[in-house]
């Protein structure tokens, strides 16, 4: 069973930094996507960053060029490091993980996260005006 364990969240201010970390445990696929999704009370949870066992990333428009996913050479940590953070990146952040063929873009498409079988418990990100 892999498990997924997040750690890293807090508050900061606008123009901030925060570091997510994931931990993953048990992880034997030879293909994989994990991504980062994260959810506002009340609104659906979306995909934001994402990397594919080739190595390939992708990132939702909102956070492209302030946050930056990537993992350990032996793939048992996933970070999304995150700049310039706005008061609207405020959400609940979980990272996900799936044996199944995706691609890193396809992974961020509207509905994906269906397809990740693997979740976190999730971490709180704040940020403040």
């Known amino acids: 069973q892999v498990q997924l364990v997040e750690s890293g969240g807090g508050s900061v201010q606008a123009g901030g930094s925060l570091r997510l970390s994931c931990t993953i445990s048990?992880?034997?696929?030879?293909?994989?996507?994990m991504s980062w999704f994260r959810q506002v009370s009340g609104k659906e949870r979306v995909g934001i960053a994402a990397?594919?066992?080739?190595?390939?990333?992708d990132y939702r428009d909102s956070v492209k060029g302030r946050f930056t996913i990537s993992q350990d050479n032996d793939k048992t940590t996933m970070y999304l490091e995150m700049n310039v953070l706005k008061p609207e990146d405020t959400a609940m952040y979980y990272c996900?993980?799936?044996?199944?063929?995706?691609?890193?873009?396809?992974?961020?498409?509207?509905?994906?996260?269906?397809?990740?079988?693997?979740w976190g418990q999730g971490t709180q990100v704040t940020v403040s005006s």
């Open positions: 048990r992880l034997t696929w030879n293909t994989w996507c």
């Open positions: 990397i594919d066992s080739s190595g390939a990333t």
């Open positions: 996900a993980a799936t044996p199944l063929r995706m691609t890193a873009h396809q992974a961020l498409e509207p509905g994906t996260d269906a397809d990740f079988t693997y």
